[in-house]
């Protein structure tokens, strides 16, 4: 099993201009990538002997809009608990370096390795105007209805997925949900029989 | 003529039209709400399609807008037939946020309370399957069975269902008085059920015939689907989170993974059956290991916990003094409080919880009988304050009854998660539904839809 810098040199050497920023916080490998590499980073994943990343455990996807800023309409006690710092017995103490670029969306793979035992986060920053990332679909079979999701959710779409539809919500459905625009207290008009 | 030109014949005469069949949403064999559309060529399932979503209630989008250890109640509403495995899981997932450590005293609670809830959730999914090919009986002998330890779990949560035990930083409280009897007697008759339901089912003629090469699977499908748990181990692919990426105290515990061959319905039946009984292992394996014994034992003299009356005070008179000044009233004296709060008095405090003042409750006697307690308490529950973990993200698995639970949470600094995604377990599964039915008969969707063990509460979230 190698260690998280040694994974990150082997990206890296294959990859040179794909690999956008690395970190390890927590001890999570996080890999962030440019999105037109994306399905040739994946399967180099897949099918490299010091990776295998034979599982993609997850997909989903983070809506940076309002990270770091007070939510509208709060109190103005927002925020008034007290920070926890990490205590310092802990080994990792590698800062969070936060959302890779200015980026709209990232979405956000987990590999898990059965042959070696890594687990491996890849993030593919979306801008925001045209929401769009390559599918997956060819190279894992689970990206299908996580995709689907993630379309659902935040309307990033996939290029080449075969059935690109909403999955939790109802065709009629204005929006997604998981947007940080999206109000949690909005009504959707109500649908009446398919005629 | 001869017989196979006849054959021709008839067949080249026959209206093949492929029949469309809504099972579900609201089918009883649906477990959930959940409509399956299977196309049908005589008796064979040509086309599947699931359709999902029925019961989504906004899950990662609710738990954005309450505070950290609000969102315990949503995580129990998850998979609800197993929902302290839920509850370990994200709480896990914010300590490493955090870098917290919590007593191991913790971890084995947890451990204990998850295995006993693994088997509760593995009971119903064989008995509400059994029920679905007419084994009625089994499937009352195993609700039986999980009655007994959905009354353990009562016992120490206080709730059967909605239980909301874990807190970020350790428990709610620590396990009651007679939890460790109780729990043996508990263990031998779920072993007697087990054993019953084992000669009931194992080698009874309509089950296996049933359940045997009906909803194969391969291991490189299974694990292209991204599928984990007993339905994964079911095809031989020895991946059990527990083992593989330990967390808590699962290093320390010896236990197997049992593993099929097949990957069919039978398989994953085994695979089951077995892990109950590690299961069951597991838990009087903690029952012994835990530090502290089973119950709240007085660390100083080691006997159960029993204080005399003369040093115990109700919370509420407590309260009173001590808004009056009369520190000296309540100094040294133990709470006695509601009886949802017992087990949170300061002897067992320490060993539940992990101690920082930022991330844990005090414990009820500083709360009642001092300024400090009071504002400690004030800063972690009252709105617009709570914890306030670091900025970060992290990804936290544990092995839920199903599979993989994973807890994908993003923090901004603010008392609420930026993001909290939950990877649930049956959704892969779901996903490979199609390939799993196409091909076989009508009548093997009901053995394969029950061996997915889909809950609805964690699949639509």
């Given at each position: 099993m190698l260690?998280?810098?040694?994974?990150?040199?082997?990206?890296?050497?294959?990859?040179?201009?794909?690999?956008?920023?690395?970190?390890?916080?927590?001890?999570?490998?996080?890999?962030?990538?440019?999105?037109?590499?994306?399905?040739?980073?994946?399967?180099?994943?897949?099918?490299?002997?010091?990776?295998?990343?034979?599982?993609?455990?997850?997909?989903?996807?983070?809506?940076?809009?309002?990270?770091?800023?007070?939510?509208?309409?709060?109190?103005?006690?927002?925020?008034?608990?007290?920070?926890?710092?990490?205590?310092?017995?802990?080994?990792?103490?590698?800062?969070?370096?936060?959302?890779?670029?200015?980026?709209?969306?990232?979405?956000?793979?987990?590999?898990?390795?059965?042959?070696t035992g890594h687990r491996l986060r890849l993030k593919v920053p979306v801008e925001e105007d045209s929401p769009q990332v390559d599918s997956l679909t060819p190279v894992w079979a689970s990206a299908d209805w996580f995709e689907r999701e993630v379309w659902d959710m935040f309307g990033i779409r996939f290029k080449g997925h075969p059935n690109l539809k909403r999955i939790l919500m109802y065709e009629e459905f204005q929006g997604h949900p998981l947007r940080k625009d999206y109000p949690v207290n909005r009504r959707q008009p109500l649908i009446g029989p398919i005629n | 003529m001869d017989t196979t030109t006849l054959t021709e014949s008839i067949e080249n005469q026959m209206i093949r039209k492929e029949m469309l069949l809504n099972v579900g949403p609201a089918h009883p064999a649906m477990h959930g709400i959940i409509r399956i559309v299977v196309g049908l060529e005589g008796e064979v399932v040509k086309s599947t399609e699931v359709e999902i979503g029925y019961l989504h209630r906004g899950f990662e989008k609710m738990s954005e807008t309450v505070a950290y250890n609000g969102v315990f109640p949503y995580t129990d509403r998850l998979n609800y037939v197993s929902p302290l495995i839920n509850n370990m899981g994200f709480a896990m997932a914010v300590e490493k946020l955090i870098g917290l450590q919590v007593p191991d005293r913790c971890h084995y609670i947890r451990v204990i309370m998850s295995e006993i809830s693994r088997v509760s959730d593995h009971l119903t999914c064989i008995g509400a399957s059994a029920m679905e090919l007419g084994a009625f009986t089994v499937f009352l002998y195993m609700i039986k069975a999980r009655e007994f330890l959905?009354?353990?779990?009562?016992?120490?949560?206080?709730?059967?269902?909605?239980?909301?035990?874990?807190?970020?930083?350790?428990?709610?409280?620590?396990?009651?008085?007679?939890?460790?009897?109780?729990?043996?007697?508990?263990?031998?008759?779920?072993?007697?059920?087990?054993?019953?339901?084992?000669?009931?089912?194992?080698?009874?003629?309509?089950?296996?015939?049933?359940?045997?090469?009906?909803?194969?699977?391969?291991?490189?499908?299974?694990?292209?689907?991204?599928?984990?748990g007993p339905f994964l181990r079911a095809t031989g692919v020895n991946y059990d989170v527990r083992k593989n990426c330990p967390y808590a105290v699962y290093d320390r515990l010896d236990f197997d993974v049992p593993l099929g061959t097949e990957g069919d319905n039978l398989d994953r039946y085994?695979?089951?059956?077995?892990?109950?009984e590690q299961s069951l292992r597991i838990v009087e394996q903690c029952l012994r290991d835990i530090p502290g014994g089973a119950v709240a034992v007085d660390p100083e003299t080691g006997r159960p916990m029993q204080t005399e009356d003369l040093h115990r005070m109700a919370a509420s008179e407590m309260v009173d003094e001590a808004k009056m000044g009369k520190i000296y009233k309540v100094s040294g004296k133990e709470a006695v409080v509601d009886p949802t709060l017992e087990g949170t008095d300061k002897k067992v405090w320490k060993r539940i919880s992990a101690g920082e003042k930022r991330v844990s409750l005090p414990p009820k006697e500083d709360t009642y009988g001092n300024i400090e307690g009071l504002m400690n308490h004030f800063k972690l529950v009252m709105f617009g304050h709570g914890i306030r973990p670091p900025r970060g993200e992290v990804y936290f698995p544990v092995e839920?009854?199903?599979?993989?639970?994973?807890?994908?949470?993003?923090?901004?600094?603010?008392?609420?998660?930026?993001?909290?995604?939950?990877?649930?377990?049956?959704?892969?599964?779901?996903?490979?539904?199609?390939?799993?039915?196409?091909?076989?008969?009508?009548?093997d969707i009901i053995p394969t839809f029950g061996s997915v063990n889909m809950i609805g509460g964690e699949l639509d979230r």
């Open positions: 260690d998280n810098p040694s994974l990150f040199d082997l990206l890296h050497q294959r990859f040179p201009a794909a690999i956008l920023s690395t970190h390890a916080h927590r001890g999570d490998a996080t890999v962030t990538i440019r999105s037109e590499y994306l399905l040739d980073v994946a399967r180099f994943l897949r099918d490299e002997p010091g990776f295998r990343m034979n599982f993609l455990m997850d997909l989903t996807a983070v809506d940076y809009l309002t990270f770091g800023q007070k939510p509208p309409g709060r109190a103005a006690h927002f925020n008034a608990g007290v920070a926890v710092r990490p205590p310092a017995f802990i080994q990792d103490q590698i800062p969070w370096p936060g959302p890779a670029t200015g980026a709209r969306f990232e979405v956000v793979y987990h590999f898990y390795s059965l042959e | 959905w009354e353990l779990v009562e016992m120490v949560t206080g709730a059967r269902l909605t239980v909301s035990y874990c807190r970020v930083g350790g428990v709610k409280a620590d396990l009651p008085a007679g939890f460790e009897e109780m729990t043996r007697r508990r263990i031998a008759e779920v072993r007697k059920v087990i054993a019953e339901c084992d000669k009931l089912l194992t080698r009874n003629r309509i089950f296996v015939d049933r359940m045997k090469g009906t909803g194969n699977i391969s291991q490189a499908e299974a694990v292209s689907y991204g599928i984990t085994y695979c089951r059956m077995e892990e109950m839920g009854a199903n599979g993989e639970l994973g807890f994908y949470v993003v923090s901004d600094g603010s008392e609420n998660a930026y993001r909290v995604r939950v990877r649930p377990p049956c959704f892969t599964i779901l996903a490979a539904l199609p390939l799993l039915l196409n091909g076989d008969q009508v009548a």
